[in-house]
């Protein structure tokens, strides 16, 4: 089943997606078990894209968590971003 438009537009503006990624704790467990935001980044694009970030994506993913005082809000925001990624819904 193809996903439609207004699936997508869910993902992309419902809040029940970020309430999930939040109240799933995914992001905190890692970050409370001592894995890095390079761990944590590689483990949340092997979680929904199954594969390895590129350089590049890891890079410029490592540069926002790196300005920002709050690496949990980051990288869930970076979960949610992934989640919303192409790539993600048209294809997985």
Do not use: C
């Amino acid at each position: 089943m193809e996903p439609n438009l207004s699936q997508a537009l869910h993902l992309l503006n419902g809040d029940t997606l970020h309430e999930k990624i939040s109240s799933g704790g995914v992001v905190k467990k890692m970050l409370d078990a001592g894995q890095t935001p390079e761990q944590v980044i590689d483990e949340l694009y092997l979680r929904t894209l199954t594969r390895h970030p590129t350089e590049n994506e890891k890079t410029q993913l490592l540069a926002v968590v790196n300005d920002y005082d709050n690496p949990q809000q980051t990288l869930e925001d970076a979960f949610w971003a992934i989640l919303n990624a192409r790539e993600f819904v048209f294809n997985h």
